[in-house]
């Protein structure tokens, strides 16, 4: 599975290099604690890129950039502490 002449193990690195600067930067911006490891930042991260990618196609401005990544993963950081309290 090549994509774009990119090799799979490529993809992944600098999804992954991306994710974690999307996170640091999503996690220095939100106020209050925000405990979690680098794989957690970086899941985040990347998670963010893809709710950002979602909310710009929604709003009919096509792909993730930088910043809706960013937006994405700081309500991604917002809304998981508030549905771990209201689990049983």
Known sequence: META??????????MAIAGGI???IA?????GPNPMGM???IVLGIAGSI????????????SAGWI???????????????FR???P
């Open 5 to 14: 002449g990119m090799s799979l193990v490529t993809m992944l690195i600098i």
């Open 22 to 24: 999307i996170g640091i």
């Open 27 to 31: 996690r220095a911006l939100m106020p």
């Open 39 to 41: 794989g957690m930042t």
């Open 51 to 62: 709710l950002g990618g979602l909310i710009g196609r929604l709003l009919g401005l096509g």
């Open 68 to 82: 809706l990544s960013i937006i994405g993963a700081m309500l991604l950081l917002w809304l998981v502490p508030r």
């Open 85 to 87: 309290r209201a689990a």
